[in-house]
């Protein structure tokens, strides 16, 4: 069965600086999809980027980039030029051969000032 | 944009209650999905459906129920409410393309509480 790891429960960024949030996963299915979703508080979850795995190319969304390394079973997110908006949890998720898709616990984010 | 709505916002039942929670989307998307939120468990899939009238259960279908009489409108129910299913509960939508993992759309969330 899939899993998806998130190892940091809660990170913290100053305001314009950069910030990376892991994530890995295990599959043995070659062909997947991996996301992300941002829950801001008390508002809708929504997608931030999302990544085909058959593409080498890591994926990118404004000010936001991932690092994925099939090899490694790595996605992690990289927020740059932080913003105060930025502050929610992030969740990674895995979507494979069904059309469900498995969810990490989530890295709760904060946007210092 | 997709539209996902949920019924209420913030719930509280008492034990042993019936109780419906109503998920509603307006972009005629064929998946529909049930998810609960617990802090440190991330979402877990409750129940989702592939079209109406059909249902599957997900990793955690003890103790919930579901129906989808029409394309837009998934319901979870809980049939005997006990304070174990004090959570936040999303709703999720997604268009079916056959082949193809797609992004899901999520409603607000029902924050239940049960007492």
């Known amino acids: 069965a899939q899993t998806v790891t998130q190892s940091q429960p809660e990170m913290s960024v100053q305001e314009a600086e950069t910030v990376t949030l892991s994530c890995t996963y295990d599959t043995s299915e070659s062909d997947y999809y991996l996301f992300w979703y941002k829950q801001p508080p008390s508002r809708q979850m929504i997608l931030v980027i999302r990544?085909?795995?058959?593409?080498?190319q890591n994926a990118t969304e404004n000010r936001f980039s991932v690092n994925f390394q099939k090899a490694a079973k790595s996605f992690s997110l990289k927020i740059s030029d932080s913003q105060l908006g930025d502050a929610a949890m992030y969740f990674c998720a895995y979507g494979g051969a069904t059309n469900k898709l498995i969810f990490g616990t989530g890295t709760l984010l904060a946007v210092q000032p | 944009d997709v539209k996902v709505t949920q019924s209420s916002r913030y719930l509280v039942k008492r034990t042993g209650e019936k109780v419906f929670l109503e998920c509603v989307q307006d972009m005629d998307h064929e998946n529909m999905f049930w998810y609960r939120q617990d802090p440190g468990l991330g979402l877990r899939l409750i129940y989702f459906?592939?079209?109406?009238?059909?249902?599957e259960k997900g990793d955690i279908p003890e103790g919930y129920s579901v129906s989808r009489e029409k394309k837009e409108r998934f319901s979870l129910i809980l049939e005997s409410a006990s304070t174990n299913q004090t959570s936040m509960y999303l709703c999720?939508?997604?268009?079916?393309?056959?082949?193809?993992?797609?992004?899901?759309?999520f409603g607000p969330g029902t924050r239940l509480l049960v007492l």
């Open positions: 459906s592939y079209d109406v009238k059909m249902k």
């Open positions: 990544q085909e795995a058959y593409k080498q």
């Open positions: 999720a939508s997604s268009p079916g393309l056959a082949g193809h993992q797609e992004t899901q759309y």
